[in-house]
């Protein structure tokens, strides 16, 4: 089976983009990760030693424990429920983040290069090509809304 010289081309250059793309996605990852991890916001890792107490306000502390143990909860007021076991596992899993990241330029750059050639002299593009951009496509939105799920996932696991 002997390749043409334009399907040569795409595939080397498809290749080369999509390493390239990979490469700036795991880097913005990477750089994103690390700027939410200096923001108070952000996970555990961010948060300081709280200040230490004199004896006064220590003892007053205690006592106002003990007085709030003794009392009645109020009667609507429920204490909040654990998450279920599958956020837990959603909220474990970093790597979505990062695979909708390079997913989604990718699929934008394919969508790009079925739009380019369109307009070659040809005017058809290969066949099977417009079925793989779909599917890039629909393997994109899934993956964002899986990022956007474990997102939601680890808010709810704080």
């Known amino acids: ?28 990852s990477r750089l994103l990760r690390w700027l939410a991890s200096g923001l108070p916001v952000g996970s555990g890792k961010a948060r300081r030693k709280p200040a230490r107490r ?19 909860p109020k009667a ?11 956020t837990r596992r959603l909220a474990e899993w970093r790597s979505s983040t990062a695979l ?3 997913a989604a330029p990718t699929y934008l ?4 290069v079925e739009h380019g050639m369109s307009y070659r002299p040809p005017h058809s593009v290969p066949s099977g090509f417009t079925s793989l951009v779909i599917g890039l496509g629909w393997l994109a939105a899934g993956l964002i809304l899986l990022a956007l ?6 808010w709810r696991c704080r």
């Open 1 to 28: 089976m002997e390749l043409s010289a334009p399907m040569t081309y795409l595939l080397v250059m498809g290749s080369l983009a999509l390493s390239v793309l990979f490469t700036l996605g795991w880097a913005l």
């Open 54 to 72: 004199s004896g006064a306000s220590r003892q007053a502390a205690t006592a106002k424990a003990s007085r709030g143990s003794r009392a009645k």
């Open 76 to 86: 609507g007021h429920k204490p909040p429920r654990e998450p279920w076991r599958i």
């Open 100 to 102: 909708a990241l390079v």
């Open 109 to 112: 750059v394919a969508r790009l």
């Open 149 to 154: 799920v474990h997102r939601l996932a680890a």
